[in-house]
């Protein structure tokens, strides 16, 4: 168990990392920087190349530090204009009130153009700039960080020979043994990584229960419950996606790529521990097994498709306060199955303001499957895509996820993408964006 251990503590260092703002337009504007810097001058002309389901995911969503802009050009044009590609995911975190008019000045001077790429993979981003005579190409492949090709002049800088990405992994998860290595794991080995997760993410998700964000779905839960322990998890999960999806300035520490998930697979936890008095010793165990069963479920799935990733981060976290208090692996694995049995399917029309609420629909729905095996109800092998394997229900899972979803996803992208003369009609309360 030894060996896997210290595979698992690697994963986590690899996953739990920080990031500022929605991560797919972050991996934009880092892949914008990072083509101004080969470049070495400011550009006079910039072309992105995205793959559909990034197109999906910068669509909706606010970028911090440009004032509430959205979109692919206004992520590439604040990478360019003010970004520290040193900084990877907090690539604009640094980014000044008085760099703000420049990002949009930028934008207004300098032409963005964007289109979609020609092949097939999920993510794929590629930011072409040119200067005058110079030109430099950077592009990032499967995970957000994942730079597999500069060009400069025409001439190959770098290029990896294998673009790897989080389905590849070489890492073998299986719920028993992620259940044992948040048992045995050294404390002092896993404290750091998920403590600082839990600071960070907690922090976000104060303030989105602190202030007015997006939908403000977390205020809104608190409001109309009675508060209890598994009310404030999913509400405090539910906030912190809404402060990050509408601009908030805070960072978040990231699981499976995904901020939203991270703060998922953390923050119910923590608050629950809070609230019910649990040590810290066993919330941050049971948060580091809540953010390894994300990263197995997401292994089969891939970092993006149709199949929303705050059901797998939603689930896990109910599994992690079923350990928390006390469970095991039937514990856990039951809650896994039961919750997944609830809510698979829910799909992912892209980062925005709503995702806080399939967040909080995902912690219910995991709540709900540890409720069950308390009672000793459960859903059972032949429950749809459900089997009395969690393992082979993850697995079930991840095909629908990645194979059974992909027109769906085409779909979606479709819908998300068509111009309508309904675009500027009133809604019931003001006039939609």
């Excluded at 995911?57 to 979109?71: A, D």
């Excluded at 990405?165 to 045995?184: K, M, R």
Aim: aromatic share 6%.
């Amino acid at each position: 168990m030894e060996r896997h251990n210290q595979q698992y503590i690697r994963l986590l260092e690899k996953e739990l990392v920080p990031a500022f703002g929605c991560t797919e337009p972050i991996a934009i504007a880092y892949a914008a920087a990072y083509a101004r810097e080969v470049l070495g001058a400011m550009p006079k002309e910039v072309d992105v190349k995205v793959s559909s389901n990034i197109i999906k995911n910068v669509k909706s969503v606010t970028i911090p530090n440009t004032g509430g802009m959205k979109g692919i050009e206004a992520a590439a044009a604040a990478g360019i204009a003010a970004g520290d590609p040193q900084k990877k995911l907090e690539v604009i975190s640094a980014v000044t009130e008085e760099q703000i008019p420049f990002i949009r000045k930028y934008l207004e001077q300098v032409p963005v153009r964007v289109s979609a790429s020609e092949n097939d993979e999920v993510f794929d981003i590629r930011v072409s700039v040119k200067d005058n005579e110079k030109q430099a190409l950077v592009r990032i492949v499967r995970e957000h960080m994942n730079i597999v090709y500069v060009e400069k002049d025409g001439k190959t800088v770098f290029q990896k020979t294998e673009e790897t990405g989080l389905e590849n992994t070489e890492t073998a998860l299986t719920i028993e043994q992620i259940v044992e290595f948040a048992d045995e794991a050294a404390i002092n080995e896993i404290r750091p990584l998920i403590r600082r997760q839990i600071d960070f993410n907690m922090a976000i998700a104060r303030e989105g229960i602190a202030h007015e964000y997006g939908g403000s779905v977390g205020r809104t839960i608190l409001s109309h419950s009675a508060q209890t322990p598994a009310d404030k998890a999913r509400a405090y999960a539910a906030a912190g996606s809404d402060a990050r999806m509408s601009g908030c300035t805070l960072p978040v520490i990231i699981v499976s790529g995904s901020g939203n998930q991270g703060i998922t697979a953390s923050v119910p936890i923590a608050v629950y521990a809070a609230e019910k008095g649990f040590d810290e010793e066993r919330m941050i165990r049971a948060v580091a097994l809540s953010d390894l069963l994300t990263i197995y479920q997401r292994q089969f799935i891939g970092r993006l498709s149709a199949y929303c990733g705050a059901v797998n981060a939603g689930c896990a976290s109910a599994a992690g306060i079923a350990y928390l208090e006390g469970g095991g692996f039937e514990e856990v694995a039951h809650t896994l199955i039961n919750s997944l049995a609830a809510v698979s399917g829910v799909i992912c029309d892209g980062a925005k303001p709503s995702c806080a609420a399939k967040i909080a629909a995902s912690v219910e729905a995991g709540l709900l499957g540890y409720d069950m095996f308390r009672d000793k109800k459960e859903f059972v092998g032949g429950d749809g895509i459900v089997t009395c394997d969690a393992d082979e229900t993850i697995k079930n899972v991840g095909i629908l996820g990645k194979e059974g979803m992909r027109q769906t996803d085409r779909k979606i992208i479709e819908i998300m993408l068509q111009r309508t003369e309904s675009r500027n009609h009133r809604c019931a309360r003001g006039t939609c964006e």
